[in-house]
């Protein structure tokens, strides 16, 4: 069922400081910020050879990294995100499991335009699990 | 600087329950269990199409992620791993830049094998960051 690692998204509380680490300090390609105010949050992708890793910067008052950010001050791996070829299926296989699929288990667009779901991070040793269709 | 994503590495409490929960639940191909005593850890691979995530359970009195899993009895999310061609030219461009080498700043022979070096997560967003020489 899981394709390719899509991304692996780390909150960070200062976008502007992570950007600068991980181009300058540690050699990576690093895209424009994107502000995504529907997601809550400002991202900016660090683009490896083979997937990437997405920096997430609270945006606005209902961020959904911001509880983590809360916990984590300095930031942290915050989500990993597998690729799908058919997300309800992949969903409905996941609950029949006793998976618990987070929201109202209806996909949403995610920050790529594309359908995905996030499963709730106890049923996957603590890793919070965001599948995307492709 | 930064080459592929080698892997991401997910601590948990149980790598039985854990295996099970990737190949049954989320379909993906486990390895075989490895167990690495001299890197105090148990570790099952989940092979993905483009990276693989590692599964480490502790595995004797001093394992290096015993204390992660105190503080993350279900587990987490634990470090992820880049890929570097020259990991001591990459260390010494690390640590004039500021970022601190955990040990003593030599590489070791990693679970592959191969030389790595592990760098500070303070420095890199709350990320604990392992260099694998490729």
Redesign the interface.
Known sequence: ?????NH?A????DLVS?TT?YR?????RVSQAQRLPEHGVTVVF?E????K?E?LEPLGEDSPIAAFLAK?P????HH?C?EVDDILGARD??KA?G?RVLGDGEPKTGAHGKPVLFLH???????L?ELEQV
Do not use: C, E, Q, W
């Not at 780390?10 to 509380?13: D, F």
């Not at 490896?48 to 997937?51: D, F, I, M, P, V």
């Not at 300095?74 to 791996?77: A, D, E, I, T, V």
């Open positions: 069922m899981l394709g390719r690692v692996i780390i909150a960070v509380p992570a680490t300058d300090t540690l050699g990576a660090v490896l050879a083979n997937t890793v920096l984590n300095s930031g942290g791996m990993i597998y296989r996941l499991s998976a991070p106890k049923d996957f040793n603590g890793t699990v």
